[in-house]
């Protein structure tokens, strides 16, 4: 049984490019959430999406935007990139009904240079 | 709002040392308590949680109970092995639509053979 994948595992990008990260969920799970871990420091919550719908966002800009497709599998999008988008950031999958806790993904780590 | 404080690491034992990590939070309501673990260069892992007051989350040797009195969720272990290494991060959810996750700034613990 197949956890939550991430792609790419590593990406390093420049200053005001765009970058899209990709993640499949969890066989089963239909809810994806998604957070910025920076070095040294917890995760924060960007935004979950449900029903291809983005359902909360978390205290960041309109730069960081997603999308979640018909099977489930979402993408964060970051435009014009900062050298402090540089994180880990990580997808977690879930249940939408009974909620039992979050997978999480290994994460791609994003540096911005 | 929601919050979760940790105590600063790092925090270096000798393996078969009894560890505490501790743990407090800030709520409204009645949240559900988490401890996770992240392995280097790895995502988070569930170690183990308590959903009410008073309930007690165990997993590998490790344990926690959930202190509403004290808003506390300490974690802790008899003895220590040096694959325990990692940082751990205690973290609540709130409930509400979408159970979103609020970490606290993590724990790196290093066992020393």
């Known amino acids: 049984d197949a956890g939550v994948t991430q792609s790419p595992t590593h990406l390093i990008k420049t200053r005001g490019q765009q970058v899209t990260l990709r993640c499949s969920p969890k066989s089963g799970h239909d809810t994806v959430s998604w957070y910025q871990q920076a070095l040294g420091q917890g995760p924060q919550f960007i935004f979950q999406y449900y029903e291809e719908e983005e359902r909360q966002r978390g205290n960041f800009p309109d730069r960081f935007s997603g999308h979640q497709f018909p099977n489930y599998s979402s993408e964060l999008n970051v435009n014009a990139l900062l050298l402090g988008d540089s994180a880990l950031y990580l997808c977690a999958s879930s249940l939408s009904r009974g909620f039992y806790g979050y997978t999480f993904g290994s994460g791609t780590r994003l540096t911005v240079v | 709002g929601n919050s979760v404080t940790q105590m600063e690491g790092p925090v270096t034992l000798s393996e078969e040392a009894f560890l505490t990590i501790n743990c407090t939070y800030t709520a409204t309501g009645y949240p559900s308590l988490f401890w996770y673990v992240q392995y280097p260069g790895e995502g988070l892992q569930l170690l183990l949680k308590?959903?009410?007051?008073?309930d007690k989350g165990s997993n590998k040797g490790f344990e926690a109970t959930y202190r509403k009195e004290t808003t506390s969720f300490h974690l802790e272990k008899g003895s220590v092995q040096v694959s325990d290494s990692a940082v751990y991060f205690c973290?609540?959810?709130?409930?509400?639509?979408?159970?979103?996750?609020?970490f606290g700034t993590g724990t790196l613990l290093a066992v020393q053979p």
């Open positions: 308590a959903t009410k007051a008073d």
């Open positions: 973290a609540l959810s709130d409930g509400g639509a979408t159970n979103k996750l609020i």
